[in-house]
């Protein structure tokens, strides 16, 4: 990262997130979540997990560990990591936990990442992991935890995560699953 917390590689720029861009990254999320959850859940259960589970979780904003990946001024990726207890959802998921956990022996927890469909699979999401664990690490995690939508469990796997049994998530009575995934944050 350079000295203004931006991280600049192949013209993607990766910085933190700022409170005015909530709006516009809660619709891309929900553009996101609706094109690349095909296949993986069904309309209704894209809709639910929308309504309920994903979302800006403003805290990470307000920690500044909630970052944006732009690219010439538009906003084409957005994730974070946190310190706080919840491991996923937004400000709309009622189950959030409240505190802070110790990195020394608990896992950095990977939040809410999402990539504008026309820009998935491009690097967007390895990017912005990549400035998430860095980041992380410097705070002293040895560990990162996330959960996985269907979708993103590939993903992560590719980057070295490891997957959990399956949950069934209530999403206003929509059962959805999710996939609990863990990793070791080795030095660099």
């Known amino acids: 990262m350079n000295d203004a917390g931006q991280h600049d590689v192949a013209g993607v720029v990766i910085r933190p997130a700022q409170a005015h861009e909530v709006p516009g990254l809660e619709q891309l999320i929900a553009s996101s979540a609706r094109a690349l959850s095909a296949g993986?859940?069904?309309p209704h259960e894209t809709e639910a997990a929308i309504t309920h589970v994903f979302g800006v979780d403003s805290d990470l904003v307000a920690d500044g560990t909630y970052f944006v990946a732009e690219e010439r001024g538009e906003i084409i990726g957005?994730?974070?990591?946190?310190?706080?207890?919840t491991l996923f959802g937004g400000d709309r998921f009622a189950a959030r936990e409240p505190g802070y956990i110790d990195p020394a022996t608990e896992p950095a927890r990977i939040r809410a990442f999402f990539v504008a469909p026309g820009h998935a699979r491009t690097g967007v999401a390895t990017r912005l992991l990549t400035a998430c664990e860095d980041a992380a690490r410097l705070a002293g995690f040895r560990r990162?935890?996330?959960?996985?939508?269907?979708?993103g469990a590939p993903f992560y796997a590719a980057q070295g995560y490891l997957q959990g049994d399956p949950i069934?998530?209530?999403?206003?009575?929509?059962?959805?699953?999710f996939v609990p995934m863990h990793k070791e944050l080795l030095q660099k």
């Open 168 to 177: 069934e998530h209530d999403c206003g009575g929509v059962s959805i699953a």
């Open 78 to 85: 957005c994730g974070g990591w946190s310190r706080q207890r």
């Open 40 to 42: 993986f859940y069904k």
């Open 144 to 151: 990162a935890a996330l959960m996985a939508t269907l979708p």
